[in-house]
T-cell receptor, first 115, second 115 residues
Framework: AQKVTQAQTEISVVEKEDVTLDCVYE???????LFWYKQPPSGELVFLIR??????QNEISGRYSWNFQKSTSSFNFTITASQVVDSAVYFC????????????FGTGTRLKVLA | DAGVIQSPRHEVTEMGQEVTLRCKPI?????LFWYRQTMMRGLELLIY????????DSGMPEDRFSAKMPNASFSTLKIQPSEPRDSAVYFC?????????????FGAGSRLTVL
């Protein structure tokens, strides 16, 4: 069965600190997609990144970076020099490539960035 | 593109009343998903459609819940009769068919409160 675990329920940091959100997944598929979504206080779910299982290159987008390690089934998300606007709940998700294409979401990590 | 449009954004009703939530997916998206978000259970997939046909409704909690997609641009999620435990945020999401774009775009959500 597929499963996504975000063990950190809530993290608080002071502005300008770096913070890493952990995501560990389980799947028997050899091909799959991993995602991160952001849910700010306003409530909408905003897509941040997609990574397919064949691409283990890390990715950087501004202050955001993602570390995908297939060997440990992890897809961690780091925010560098955090800002108050980064305060949100962040969800990691796993999707099959074939068949149902269903997303399995983790339980989310609430990030609070304090000024 | 207007994105995924959901209505109403907020609904307060009394136990036993019928509730209908509406969703307009992004034009050209062949898949439509209904999710429910609660504090206790996180993001749960209720049902999804492909080309207007329900593919998997295994997440629908019980017979009080029903969903339809009469055409490519409209879907409804109905709860009859509603109960206080149905209080949640209901998200609709859509995505196109081709596997290279397996990214779900979410609507803003419908926050349902059943008194």
């Amino acid at each position: 069965a597929q499963k996504v675990t975000q063990a950190q329920t809530e993290i608080s940091v002071v502005e300008k600190e770096d913070v890493t959100l952990d995501c560990v997944y389980e799947t028997r598929d050899t091909t799959y997609y991993l995602f991160w979504y952001k849910q700010p206080p306003s409530g909408e779910l905003v897509f941040l990144i997609r990574r397919n299982s064949f691409d283990e290159q890390n990715e950087i987008s501004g202050r955001y970076s993602w570390n995908f390690q297939k060997s440990t089934s992890s897809f961690n998300f780091t925010i560098t020099a955090s800002q108050v606007v980064d305060s949100a709940v962040y969800f990691c998700a796993l999707s099959e490539v074939s068949g149902t294409y269903k997303y399995i979401f983790g339980t989310g990590t609430r990030l609070k960035v304090l000024a | 593109d207007a994105g995924v449009i959901q209505s109403p954004r907020h609904e307060v009703t009394e136990m036993g009343q019928e509730v209908t939530l509406r969703c307009k997916p992004i034009s050209g998206h062949d898949y439509l998903f209904w999710y429910r978000q609660t504090m206790m259970r996180g993001l749960e997939l209720l049902i999804y459609f492909n080309n207007n046909v329900p593919i998997d409704d295994s997440g629908m909690p019980e017979d009080r819940f029903s969903a339809k997609m009469p055409n490519a641009s409209f879907s409804t999620l109905k709860i009859q009769p509603s109960e206080p435990r149905d209080s949640a945020v209901y998200f609709c999401a859509s995505r196109p068919t081709h596997s290279g774009a397996n990214v779900l775009t979410f609507g803003a959500g419908s926050r349902l409160t059943v008194l």
